[in-house]
């Protein structure tokens, strides 16, 4: 049970997103439907049971964990698992601890954050202007995630900001919002919108702003240099020559990212997804509930589900239809 996690097309699985929590304090219209029906409590792994749970990982060579929800910082305790997370960073089994955010709480546990060994923070924020913040998030305020960003750079935390591009939204702020990552010394990723869950009226095919137009857009006032370089997630990076900042493109439509996947993610409710844009799942709660003193089924579960990781999703939007949709909603998996 010591040999690595390796998927059928050879590729080691070292990442694991890990969603904490299904629940949210924001309703992001490209996420969430307005009126949420949220999971039973009793459902959800408990802290202990997420301890067990990514330890479990981290002995079969996961190296990487990024906490996710929902809003991760919303579930009551949650700092007894990142300190509890601790320990596998000082054996140096574990190489990064971070989570992604939507910042509404990270003024009350950035320095927490800090000192439980997280050194990077993605925070979501798709506008910079206030009254659209409003009215994407629904219940969302951005001076509350601007106070939380300048907690958590004064902690010592690194961010980067996660946009997800949306046509007729956000067009009009794309070199204002790169101009503000500049000013603070804040990587910036761009994301594709994605077709997943019921998100009510919205629509997802109107929403779609390709990476690539938007690249095209950047190209008009900078220099753009692609790099090399690989943070264990989906982007691809370039650099602006005449900024020096790095700009990230998570493109799982236009161009996706399949051939060097090696996450996986696990709900809060303990079922394991090997891919974002597939159904098929592995329920690990049973094996890690049944057997409270015994690892030993979890792991096999663990391997089983590994050996069934596709080549690839099947998101599609090419066909002026959204193609390849899957109905659990983004916060239910992990965003």
């Excluded at 009215?135 to 601007?146: E, F, H, K, M, S």
């Excluded at 907690?151 to 997800?164: C, D, E, M, P, Y």
């Excluded at 594709?192 to 190209?219: C, F, H, T």
């Excluded at 089924?297 to 590994?306: F, G, K, Q, T």
């Amino acid at each position: 049970m010591t040999a690595p996690l390796i998927d059928p097309f050879q590729r080691a699985i070292s990442y694991l997103r890990v969603s904490v929590t299904d629940r949210c304090d924001f309703r992001c219209v490209y996420c969430m439907s307005e009126n949420m029906t949220f999971l039973p409590k009793k459902e959800l792994l408990t802290l202990e049971e997420l301890d067990r749970m990514c330890s479990t990982f981290v002995h079969m060579g996961v190296e990487k964990l990024r906490i996710t929800g929902g809003e991760p910082l919303v579930r009551k305790g949650i700092m007894t698992f990142f300190d509890a997370m601790t320990r596998h960073l000082e054996t140096g089994d574990l190489k990064e601890l971070t989570l992604t955010t939507n910042g509404s709480q990270l003024e009350r546990f950035a320095d927490d954050l800090y000192a439980a060994g997280v050194r990077r923070v993605n925070v979501s924020l798709d506008t910079l202007d206030e009254q659209k913040f409003a009215d994407i998030t629904r219940w969302g305020r951005l001076p509350q995630v601007i106070k939380g960003i300048d907690a958590a750079q004064k902690a010592g935390l690194r961010i980067k900001i996660n946009t997800v591009a949306l046509k007729g939204f956000n067009e009009d702020e794309l070199f204002t919002l790169v101009e503000w990552c500049k000013s603070r010394d804040m990587d910036l990723t761009f994301i594709e919108v994605m077709p997943m869950g019921d998100i009510g009226n919205e629509d997802r095919l109107g929403q779609y702003w390709k990476l690539s137009d938007l690249r095209a857009q950047l190209a008009e006032n900078y220099t753009l240099t692609d790099l090399p370089e690989r943070t264990g997630g989906p982007a691809r990076y370039v650099r602006l020559e005449e900024t020096g900042q790095k700009i990230g493109f998570i493109t799982p439509l236009t161009h996706n990212f399949c051939e060097s996947c090696n996450r996986v993610r696990l709900t809060c409710t303990g079922e394991l997804y090997m891919c974002l844009g597939q159904e098929d799942m592995a329920d690990l709660r049973a094996p890690l509930r049944n057997n409270p003193a015994n690892d030993a089924p979890l792991e096999a579960e663990i391997r089983n589900a590994i050996s069934r990781k596709p080549k690839g999703h099947d998101f599609d939007y090419s066909r002026q239809s959204v193609d390849g949709r899957v109905s659990r909603h983004m916060s239910h998996t992990g965003g």
